[in-house]
């Protein structure tokens, strides 16, 4: 149980593209997610938390017009980053709860953005 | 705000024998301790959590202490083997607050 997939797992585009992260629970109903950057050999970064038919909340720092966070459904929340440039090439993860006032969060396979 | 501190960064070990890493935190409010084991190209999957009003849990080869007192706590991997080979996140959270993560540490199992 807990399973948090993501699509796709990897994306290579060119810079001043957008591209769309997908991460969905597959076997549970999400009321949260979140949205993690990871850097090569560096911890977890949290960007955004998002609560299914609400605005996602930002971390202090990420740019809410850059990456789009739609959390539209129970079992689907969306990562745009918009107009990608080099610097965004990073390792992306989200992770899900199933119910809110629970601690335990399970993260997505991640997805690799690489920008040309 | 809440601040998680972890060691080692690096830690190598004989196959069979125990390792041990050792995290901090900052905020007494804290409450939840979750572990995390991350392998390369792969998202963090969760090892084993604790909760506060708990001081040790243990899941077969894999325990977790905690000291409140002190605030700290630590996992405990024993009889360890290759595929134990990754890195490892603690961290802290409170009721309603987001994870703070540590910094990671790299467990290497030597064959």
């Known amino acids: 149980g807990a399973v948090v997939s993501q699509h796709p797992s990897w994306v290579i585009c060119k810079s001043g593209t957008s591209v769309k992260i997908e991460c969905r629970s597959l076997d549970f109903q999400a009321t949260t997610m979140f949205w993690y950057r990871q850097f090569p050999k560096q911890s977890l970064m949290l960007m955004a938390t998002?609560?299914?038919?609400?605005?996602?909340?930002?971390e202090q720092g990420v740019e809410k017009d850059k990456f789009l966070i739609n959390h539209a459904s129970l079992t689907l929340s969306t990562l745009t980053v918009t107009s990608a440039h080099p610097e965004d090439s990073s390792f992306y993860i989200c992770?899900?709860?199933?119910?809110?006032?629970?601690?335990?969060?399970?993260f997505g396979p991640g997805t690799r953005l690489t920008v040309t | 705000g809440e601040n998680v501190e972890q060691h080692p960064s690096t830690l190598s070990v004989q196959e069979g024998d125990s390792a041990v890493i050792k995290c901090t935190y900052s905020d007494s409010a804290s409450n939840y301790f979750p572990w995390y084991k991350q392998e390369l190209g792969k998202g963090p999957q969760l090892i084993i959590d604790?909760?506060?009003?708990?001081g040790e849990k243990k899941d077969q080869r894999i325990a977790v202490t905690l000291n409140k007192t002190a605030k700290h706590f630590s996992l405990h991997i024993t009889e360890t083997q290759p595929e134990d080979s990754a890195v490892y996140f603690c961290a802290a959270a409170n009721y309603g607050q987001n994870f703070v993560f540590g910094p990671g540490t790299r467990l290497s199992v030597l064959p």
């Open positions: 604790i909760r506060s009003n708990v």
């Open positions: 992770s899900a709860r199933y119910e809110r006032g629970l601690y335990e969060q399970y």
């Open positions: 998002s609560n299914e038919g609400s605005k996602a909340t930002y």
